[in-house]
């Protein structure tokens, strides 16, 4: 992952205002520590702070087109670039990039050509000619991009809030496939795929079909020129991307750089579920594994280091996010710069606990859809800036634009749990793998059941964060949380301890408003708390609350309403929705 920073329409362009630029850019350099770049153009600033995945030695950005009257500085990965290098024959390109394709198809298209691109994305791009300029965020919002504006009218782009949040009046977390155009001066939607109406599909179930799509979505993801692994927690989702990537690695191209040897990586406090799993799973498929530990203290050490980077108070996002910030930062040690990872899934195929009490396939299917538009916020959040705060770039597969239109136009009666059929959680996607004659997995773990990366790394984890917080807010704070906090006000005393944390780095209201909430039972949307009516009294985004679902769930005797404002039905407003897992 990259940072990227750009300004448009400064009054002032002294060499002041480069110098602030520059410094704000510099707050983005964990994203991009091999090289920094600047553009100016009158008043328009276009920085990068580089992470060199391909073409590490002449990809540095900003990045141009032939005669430098089209710049773009661009964050992201785009798997398709050489076929697309195939429709700009006409084209001179400078450097190996993916990234440059964007300058020269914005050239030979004008502003619709972003539909074109495959990959993972956010970038800004200036036409010097008419100083017009626009931006755009891929079709999920795997890379994270903010837009901002400054009481000197000035526009904002960046890839982290504290790039920005000093400068701007307001700023906003910039919509998924969306696209700004400063001609029009507003967003506008390029991504349109079917499911996004929520309409119920009809396609028959073809596992072959789902699984030879989910192997090209591994594949194209392939693409680099330095080192990578896989994250491997154990779970479903994880133990596939690692089952597909190693079974391909020896035909690809990168096996002739850096080996046919997968290298995998699971973090967990030892004796943790996730890492008895991963292991097993490493040693079926026969990888390079490093398993790694960290302590509950340690964990709790770099809380504050964690909110700063994933710029968020939801609970369940820091509660994975710490973990995955710690694993991070010692697989940057070992020199590697991009792993692969199995966000998405759960939110496809409905692998959350909670979907087991889905009263029909129609409420399904919009669940999945609603939780998919919200990955942005959540999963994907987590997942890059977890990272990327150590200079590792994380990849998804499973969030592939052919392979979310392959998997969400199926009938939704396939993903639907039906334990009369021998069907739980996901098991249109383990069936599709379930190959007898050439396995993917051992059987015990292509059925493992669901464990949320906060639950799997050790239990006591989600337990030593609530004792740490009930130790540092007391209950006349908790009490008083609406006066203090009127907006997503916290409705525990873990919510409120990272709130305080949150607000101290990030204390604009804009800042606060970039994080939504809503009541949520193990990672669900509020709407699907409506599911089951005893949910509302056990309102925990921890796997281990789908009571009578989960194998360790809590003890029904042991749950509590979460409202303890002095007992008054206040609404439940504290962001803990969404699921932050590896698995």
């Not at 009046?169 to 929520?198: C, D, M, T």
């Not at 079926?284 to 302590?295: M, P, Q, V, W």
């Not at 009541?519 to 925990?540: G, M, Q, R, Y």
């Amino acid at each position: 992952m990259c940072g990227i920073l750009a300004v448009f329409g400064c009054t002032d362009n002294s060499q002041a205002k480069r110098s602030r630029i520059i410094e704000l850019s510099r707050r983005l350099r964990h994203r991009g520590p091999d090289w920094s770049g600047l553009h100016c153009y009158d008043d328009c600033y276009l920085a990068h702070q580089r992470l060199a995945i391909v073409d590490p030695t002449s990809g540095d950005q900003p990045l141009y087109n032939e005669d430098k009257t089209v710049v773009v500085t661009v964050n992201g990965e785009i798997y398709n670039h050489k076929e697309l290098r195939e429709k700009l024959k006409n084209h001179q390109f400078r450097t190996g990039s993916d990234c440059e394709v964007i300058a020269h198809l914005y050239e030979e298209y004008g502003e619709d050509f972003v539909y074109m691109l495959d990959g993972m994305f956010s970038f800004v791009l200036l036409d010097t000619r008419d100083k017009s300029f626009i931006a755009a965020r891929d079709a999920i919002g795997i890379t994270p991009l903010y837009m901002g504006w400054g009481l000197d009218g000035s526009v904002w782009f960046a890839s982290e809030m504290k790039a920005l949040s000093d400068d701007c009046e307001r700023f906003v977390s910039f919509l998924p496939g969306h696209i700004y155009s400063s001609k029009q001066g507003a967003l506008r939607r390029w991504y349109n795929p079917p499911w996004y109406s929520e309409q119920i599909p009809s396609n028959p179930y073809d596992p072959l079909l789902l699984r030879t799509a989910y192997e090209k979505a591994v594949l194209k993801r392939l693409m680099t020129d330095v080192p990578f692994g896989v994250l491997l927690s154990g779970g479903l989702d994880s133990s596939l991307v690692a089952a597909v990537a190693s079974r391909y690695l020896v035909e690809s191209k990168v096996a002739c750089q850096w080996g046919s040897q997968l290298h995998t990586f699971c973090i967990g406090l030892k004796g943790s579920p996730d890492l008895k799993a991963a292991r097993e799973v490493a040693d079926y498929l026969g990888t390079r594994h490093h398993e790694l530990y960290f302590t509950v203290q340690e964990g709790l050490d770099a809380l504050e280091e964690v909110i700063y980077h994933i710029e968020t108070y939801d609970v369940t996002t820091i509660r994975a996010s710490t973990p995955m910030f710690l694993m991070s930062r010692k697989i940057k040690s070992l020199g590697v710069k991009m792993v692969l990872s199995g966000e998405g899934s759960d939110e496809i195929f409905g692998g959350y606990l909670y979907f087991h009490k889905a009263p029909n396939k129609e409420e399904f299917h919009q669940e999945t859809c609603r939780k998919i538009k919200a990955l942005h916020l959540y999963d994907c959040l987590r997942a890059n800036k977890s990272t990327s705060a150590w200079g590792v770039e994380a990849r998804v597969p499973f969030l592939d634009k052919e392979f979310i239109n392959i998997a969400m136009s199926i009938d939704p009666e396939w993903k639907m749990v039906r334990p009369d059929l021998g069907r739980i959680e996901k098991w249109i996607l383990r069936n599709a793998f379930d190959d007898d004659k050439k396995p993917y997995l051992p059987k015990r773990i292509l059925y493992r059941q669901k464990e949320q990366f906060s639950d799997g790394v050790g239990y006591s984890w989600i337990d030593g964060l609530k004792d740490h917080a009930n130790k540092h807010v007391s209950d006349s704070m908790l009490m008083n949380a609406s006066f203090v906090y009127p907006e997503n006000t916290p409705t525990t005393k873990e919510g409120y301890y990272y709130r305080t944390i949150f607000e101290k780095f990030f204390p604009k209201n804009a800042a606060r408003s970039t994080v939504p909430g809503g009541p949520s039972i193990a990672c669900s949307t509020a709407k699907a708390v409506e599911w089951d009516a005893s949910w509302s009294k056990n309102l925990d985004p921890s796997g281990r609350a789908a009571l009578g679902v989960h194998a360790d769930a809590y003890e029904e005797a042991d749950t509590k309403p979460a409202n303890l404002l002095n007992g008054s039905p206040q609404e439940l407003q504290e962001s803990v929705a969404q699921t932050a897992t590896v698995a």
